[in-house]
């Protein structure tokens, strides 16, 4: 092969691998611009997963960085996470969205029936797709809204029947109203209960605040439903974090909600029963006023006119005994169904009391130290932080204390873990026995014990911490009848202006150093 040619096929083999370059380079850049795009759709769905879709955004940018494993797997992880918020959120809206369907359809017309078939069975494929819940809400309010429609107002011809029926509509209607908008107010002070009773962080203050005020203020027949839809979002944030048990509780409140429904959409259906009660009730009667017309004009003789009159009389009497009578079954049901709300929304107190006393004793469990009674460290650095607030605020200065056991290490080893044990329950009750009740006692880990004494001085505080040593000293502990010597060393510290927590506890272990280096079992000061 001559020169020329093996130049000219090299250059074609180095033109074709810089093109394949190119067209690569060019691919992976599409890749990382469609990526980019693909993680803003994904954005503002939790704080964690925006920060991890920025992070991979920012290595996407910067082309001599590629991916790493950390970054993908930190976006599964929030991803996953949000599944199963989802997930979690969507079966309870399945049960909400069923119970309201079962309270609707109970009250609803038969030709409304197909209807409701139709939106039942949507319904577990609307939660699946989140984009069509607001139409579907709205179908299923409009169905709502058909079936309540206000019955219309009588029109009276007669003037017998004018003044009777007058008089009926008009104090059935306004005892109506009344005894609508008190089972309204009864309502939203049981709901605005319901809210107080959900544990939410201060993040949702506003919203509660929003919802007491529509609650308060717009609670009507055609707010009720995203007054609910609102009020079950929130406990479902109240209960993310909580317990299991809580769980429960989201359930029967959904049940307890949907019985709230319920009711006032029967309550509802009354008045318009009410409404068709009356007007069968104004037509007997100007059918019975018009007959007695008729016989007046058509009567010959005035005893066949008084026998014809009596009975119509008798009639419209009767009609009215009728009416009466349904008007009084119509309010028994309704104060009826009105008690067993009433039951059913003081049971709902009552579980939500007991979840609330129970979740109080779960923190309190989580603040104790289990070994010996004692509040534990997060108990403490509660505590400390307020007195420390408090002393900014109010120059009253505190000193704090801590006190280790010595040779502890030495009692494990010669009489076992659980006779440490034991010191360190007989010391916890010794200390607690002897410190006055403003103080405050945690165990802070293994051995060591830290005391909080509010508005003393170091002084103060290292006379009563002395008590506190030589009652520990005096304290008798036996082993198989051998007493067994226990003693502990302390350094104790006062607030000083310009502390940090930080350097207020180093000057204190500083000093329970300086004690340990002096020979143990004494106090020191930091
Ligand atoms: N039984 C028991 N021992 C514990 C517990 N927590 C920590 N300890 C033990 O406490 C001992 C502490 O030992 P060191 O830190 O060496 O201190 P020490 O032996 O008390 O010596 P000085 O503090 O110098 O007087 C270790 O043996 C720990 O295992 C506990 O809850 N129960």
Request: hydrophobic share 35%; proline share 1%.
């Amino acid at each position: 092969m001559s020169k020329d040619q093996t130049d000219w096929k090299h250059k074609y083999k180095e033109a074709a691998i810089e093109l394949e370059r190119y067209e690569s380079s060019q691919v992976e850049e599409q890749m990382r611009l469609i990526i980019s795009h693909m993680t803003l759709g994904l954005q503002g769905q939790s704080e964690s997963l925006d920060s991890a879709l920025s992070h991979i955004r920012q290595t996407l940018a910067s082309a001599s960085n590629s991916l790493d494993r950390k970054s993908i797997a930190e976006l599964e992880k929030q991803v996953r996470y949000l599944d199963r918020e989802r997930e979690k959120t969507a079966k309870s809206m399945l049960v909400f969205l069923k119970q309201w369907l079962l309270s609707l359809k109970k009250v609803a017309d038969e030709e409304q029936h197909a209807d409701f078939l139709l939106l039942e069975r949507k319904a577990s494929e609307v939660v699946d797709h989140w984009y069509e819940v607001p139409e579907y809400l709205s179908s299923l309010l409009a169905l709502q809204e058909s079936h309540l429609q206000e019955p219309g107002a009588t029109h009276v011809v007669s003037p017998l029947a004018d003044s009777l029926s007058a008089d009926v509509s008009q104090n059935v209607v306004v005892k109506d109203e009344a005894s609508v908008d008190s089972q309204f107010e009864a309502v939203a002070s049981e709901l605005i209960q319901l809210v107080d009773a959900l544990s939410l962080s201060a993040d949702h203050k506003q919203r509660v605040a929003l919802l007491i005020k529509r609650i308060r203020t717009q609670l009507s027949f055609g707010e009720l439903v995203s007054i609910l839809a609102e009020l079950i979002e929130l406990v479902q944030i109240s209960t993310s974090s909580a317990h299991e048990d809580f769980e429960q509780y989201l359930i029967s409140l959904n049940s307890q909600l949907a019985a709230v429904q319920g009711f006032l959409s029967e309550s509802q259906s009354d008045q318009s029963i009410s409404g068709k009660a009356q007007k069968a009730l104004d037509s007997q009667v100007r059918q019975e006023v018009s007959n007695i017309h008729t016989a007046v004009n058509q009567s010959t003789s005035l005893d066949d006119l008084k026998v014809t009159v009596a009975s119509q009389l008798d009639g419209i009497v009767f009609a009215m005994d009728e009416f009466r009578k349904s008007e009084e079954e119509r309010e028994s049901r309704s104060q009826q169904r009105h008690d067993e709300l009433m039951q059913q929304m003081q049971s709902m107190e009552e579980e939500s009391r007991r979840v609330k006393a129970h979740m109080e004793e779960e923190r309190m469990k989580a603040r104790t130290d289990s070994l010996t009674g004692l509040p534990n460290r997060a108990a403490y650095d509660d505590h400390l932080k307020k007195e420390f607030e408090r002393w900014s605020r109010y120059q009253q200065g505190f000193s704090i204390a801590i006190g280790d056991l010595d040779h502890f290490k030495s009692i494990n080893d010669n009489y076992g873990h659980l006779v440490g044990d034991k010191v360190l329950r007989l010391v916890s009750r010794v200390l607690s026995k002897t410190l006055r009740a403003a103080d405050f006692i945690a165990r802070y880990g293994g051995e060591e014990f830290i005391i909080l004494l509010p508005a003393t001085s170091i002084s103060d505080a290292t006379g009563a911490i002395d008590k506190l040593r030589a009652s520990v000293c005096n304290s008798p502990f036996n082993f198989h009848g051998e007493p067994v010597q226990i003693t502990m060393s302390f350094g104790v510290a006062e607030t000083k202006t310009g502390d940090t927590l930080d350097q207020l506890f180093e000057r204190a272990d500083a000093a329970l150093y300086r004690a340990k280096g002096g020979g143990r079992n004494c106090v020191r000061q930091g």
